[in-house]
């Protein structure tokens, strides 16, 4: 790939992969029904996806610095194509969804340090806001294509058109400089490990509560269509990655740690108007101007954590954040559907009431995250 430079082609390749990911993720649980699991089980491969990351994070922490990003990426490369394939043609599903799994922790795991390998402090938050604003931007294409190949070819046949969005991406990834993996050594880093999870895992918990519930919320509060519905999640899509590219210029005036307090502090009266406006036009553009801000401080995190861990250290907290997160999601997800059984749509009140308080809370232990710790690992 002449004329594009190693940091660019890791971008365009992530892009490629959310691409396929994105596919997968929006139509796995209507493939799955297509091929005739009942709800019980889909709920079950969906658990059993999580679990995988879950139980794969620790090992990967060392076996990644051995391997060495790129080898590692190779290797998620075909893992999703191989298992893409037995998942689009109906064989081995639930074996194929450990490779999937397996291959989304991985590039978990080797992406972003190796994008930090690659370009030096001051230009990170620039390219990680840029790889994160088009791995965004992506969900909102690749929804629509899913939509748009469930009418032409099945909903059977879909997940097959996410392969070669995969394979795209392996050339851009060949011959990328790597360098020498470390093992880590995590001895007396728990601490520090602690101080930089504890407010993602907070916000991980409230996000739980009501996200992958808003759409129901609308829908039933508003009597909205599921085209509706899905159009509006598609525009916050878009928004959220457009608030990413901005934030280079935020960090350059502010710096990151109050970047990332101002962006998510900012959405905190969006996520009200969300909760409890009357008015459906006010709701959505709280909805779009939420998800923007919350979401945006993503890549800014990513690029400061790089700048408080050792090289070694960064794929298996990169791994550990990301568990730790998906099982307080999903914790709170499991505890926001008994309480919307047993209440209806008055659940919401109390649900969107926790989960203001666990972003303040989270968004107000930043500071103390990084407050005490020694900046300047490169």
């Known amino acids: 790939m002449k004329g594009i430079s190693p940091p660019y082609r890791l971008v365009l390749a992530s892009f490629l992969w959310s691409f396929g990911a994105n596919l997968v993720y929006f139509f796995l649980n209507f493939h799955l029904e297509a091929l005739g699991y009942t709800r019980a089980h889909i709920g079950y491969a969906q658990a059993f996806l999580l ?68 370009v030096p402090p001051e230009k990170r938050v620039a390219l990680f806001s840029l790889q994160a604003a088009l791995t965004t931007a992506s969900g909102f294409f690749s929804t ?57 895992v907070v916000i991980g918990f409230g996000a739980g509560l009501v996200i992958p519930f808003v759409n129901l919320y609308l829908k039933e509060k508003f009597g909205l269509t599921y085209g509706a519905t899905g159009l509006v999640f598609a525009l916050s899509s878009l928004a959220t990655g457009g608030a990413m590219l901005l934030q280079p210029l935020l960090v350059g005036r502010v710096g990151k740690l109050k970047a990332i307090v101002l962006v998510q502090a900012l959405s905190l009266p969006f996520l009200a108007l969300l909760a409890w406006a009357p008015w459906l036009p006010v709701v959505t553009v709280a909805l779009l101007v939420r998800g923007a801000l919350m979401n945006a401080a993503g890549p800014v995190y990513a690029a400061l954590v790089m700048d408080y861990l050792p090289e070694e250290e960064r794929p298996g907290f990169f791994l550990v954040e990301s568990a730790l997160w ?44 990084f407050g005490r710790l020694r900046a300047g690992v490169r």
């Open 144 to 200: 629509l294509l899913a939509g748009f190949l469930s009418e032409w070819v099945g909903a059977r046949h879909v997940l097959l058109f996410a392969l070669p969005f995969f394979l795209l991406a392996v050339p851009l990834a060949l011959g990328l400089p790597e360098g020498e993996g470390k093992t880590p050594r995590l001895e007396g880093r728990l601490g520090v490990w602690l101080r930089l999870l504890v407010p993602q």
């Open 326 to 369: 998906s099982l307080l999601f999903a914790l709170g997800s499991a505890l926001s559907g008994k309480l919307q059984a047993a209440m209806g749509l008055g659940a919401f009140h109390y649900l969107f009431g926790a989960t203001l308080a666990l972003y303040t809370l989270g968004i107000l232990l930043w500071p103390w995250a």
């Open 51 to 118: 679990l995988v990351g879950v139980v794969s994070s620790l090992p990967l922490t060392y076996l990644i610095p051995r391997l060495g990003y790129l080898k590692s990426l190779y290797l998620a490369f075909f893992l999703a194509a191989g298992s893409g394939v037995l998942l689009g043609l109906g064989l081995w599903v639930f074996p194929a969804l450990g490779g999937y799994g397996l291959a989304g922790a991985l590039l978990q795991g080797a992406a972003a340090p190796l994008m930090a390998r690659l």
